[in-house]
Structures are given as C-alpha cells and as structure tokens.
C-alpha cells in the first residue's frame, strides 16, 4: 500500500514531480530555488517537497490516527530508503537519493517530522520556548539542510540559521492564525495568551477581543526580534548558501501587513507580484 503522495515508477522524474508540488504548494521556497545553481534544484526542490508534504499531513487526514500513520511512513522510509514501498512515492525518491548526494544528516529529516505530529491535535502550543523550539524543528532545520546541499563546505552558522527560522516560523504561523483558529488550533503560546487576558474559547469562536489583538502584536514584536538578529548575523552568510535564506526576506512584508490588518481573523496576504520582487531584490543584496 502506497501513501505519502502515491506514485508508479517511470511515469515521472521524481525531482520533477517535486518541483512542481513545491511550485502549487509552497511558491516562495519555489521562487527562492531558482536562484540556487541548476545543479543544485531538484535536491532542493526535493527537500521543500518534503517539507510541504508534511505541513499538510492535517490537511489531508480526517482523525489524528491517520496522520500518525502518515507521519510514521515518513519515518520508516528514511531509515528503512531500500523498501520498495518507499521508492515508490516520487518525493520519497528523489529526497533519499537528495540525502545520499550530499550526505545529508537523516536525524534531522526525522527531527522535523516528530515536531509535526504537534500539527495533528488541538493541543495549545503551551509556551513561548516550545513555540520555538517547534521553529527550530521546522523551519529553521528545512534552511540548515538546503544550505548544506548549496555548499556542503559552508561552516553552518547556528545563530544565523536559528534566528532565521525563528523569524519565518513564527511570521508564517501569526499569518496563519485566522485558519489554525477555524479548526481549533492554537499557535499563540498559551503563557502569551493569558498575560494579555486573552481567552483560548474566544479565538475559536472568533471573537476579536483587545485581548488577542495585544497578544498577537507582541508575538509578532518576537518575530521581529528573531528577524533583526538574523539581519545581524547577515555577514556570516556565504553567498553559496543564500538561496536557502531567501524566504526569510519576505518575512518584513508578512509582519508589515499584519500590524495594518484591522481584524486578526481575516487573511492579510501580501500581493504575489510583491513577493516575488521582494525575493529578487534580497537576491541581489545577497
């Protein structure tokens, strides 16, 4: 039984099916790769892939079991890459032979899909320093990893890639309230939350209360903070490995366009057109 993206062997490149499930699902990371060099995209395009593939395990499974189930497939099919069954899936193709080329650590691609399994429940993120490390898992590995496959030589610079995965996180995750709130999901720190006197039943009811107004204006104030330290590591950043940092620049835009959002539960997007003319004009800065 195939799952994870079901998929018969010698009907398409595997990289190519990548690239095009990042372009549909994920277009900034899409964008960010074409600026890497060609013979470094489809590792890349495999990797986001991946990631994109498991941001939307909730998405695409009823109950929380399924998802598990979902989640574990993952996990068998990097430690077991010889079954047949994960050969199977284009994704899991192209990103365990992306993991042999460039000798990718596989503990890490294990550590963001357990950090996943949070997406599955409806459990309140409880406090600001899981709400990070959850940042850490996540994002902020998805960028170690595509740098090392830009440039295996580059000395990772830790400070530099936490603080930009932190940034990215945490702006994607406040842009994303109004939906996580709609289906019960609570990604505002719960500690954050109720020192604004906000209420978890009136975000699920979706009440624009002062409360969550003011809670939400300081976890966007944290994803500033985590924004400008990566500004400030910028210098450590070799121009081999930018590419795997460019998402970060539009994370300004999404905060920008938050603070003038008159109601925290509609979607406040920032235009596709300036997107993309923000990533080429990071792109030449780097």
């Known amino acids: 039984m195939m799952r994870a993206g079901q998929y018969c062997l010698g009907m398409h490149d595997p990289f190519d099916h990548c690239r095009d499930l990042v372009r549909a699902a994920d277009k900034d990371r899409f964008l960010a790769a074409l600026y890497a060099p060609a013979n ?4 890349l395009f ?14 695409v499974t009823r109950e929380p079991p399924a998802g598990e189930i979902r989640l574990q497939w993952w996990h068998d099919a990097l430690e077991r890459p010889g079954s047949g069954e994960a050969r199977a899936s284009p994704v899991a193709s192209a990103l365990l032979d992306t993991v042999i080329r460039f000798r990718l650590p596989v503990a890490s691609l294990i550590g963001v899909i357990e950090a996943r399994a949070f997406d599955l429940y409806n459990d309140p ?3 600001l320093a899981a709400l990070e490390a959850y940042a850490d898992a996540t994002a902020a590995t998805v960028i170690g990893l595509a740098a090392k496959i830009l440039d295996g030589a ?3 610079a830790a400070s530099a890639v936490r603080a930009a995965g932190r940034a990215h996180a945490i702006a994607g995750l406040a842009r994303a309230f109004p939906q996580h709130a709609a289906r019960g999901q609570l990604y ?8 604004h006197g906000g209420k978890p039943e009136d975000v699920f009811a979706g009440r624009a209360t002062p409360e969550i107004s003011s809670a939400l204006a300081e976890l966007r104030g944290i994803a500033r903070a985590h924004l400008d330290a990566y500004r400030g590591a910028l210098p450590a950043i070799a121009p081999t490995v930018a590419p795997a940092f460019l998402p970060v620049a539009l994370t300004g835009l999404t905060l920008d366009r938050l603070d003038r959002a008159a109601n925290p539960f509609q979607m406040a997007d920032v235009p596709q057109w300036r997107r993309q003319w923000a990533l080429w004009r990071a792109a030449r800065r780097m």
């Open 46 to 59: 495999a990797l986001y892939a991946f990631n994109a593939e498991l941001a939307r395990v909730r998405e």
């Open 40 to 43: 470094r995209r489809g590792a």
């Open 154 to 156: 580059w000395t990772d």
């Open 125 to 127: 993120m409880p406090t």
């Open 188 to 195: 505002v720190p719960l500690e954050l939350l109720e020192r």
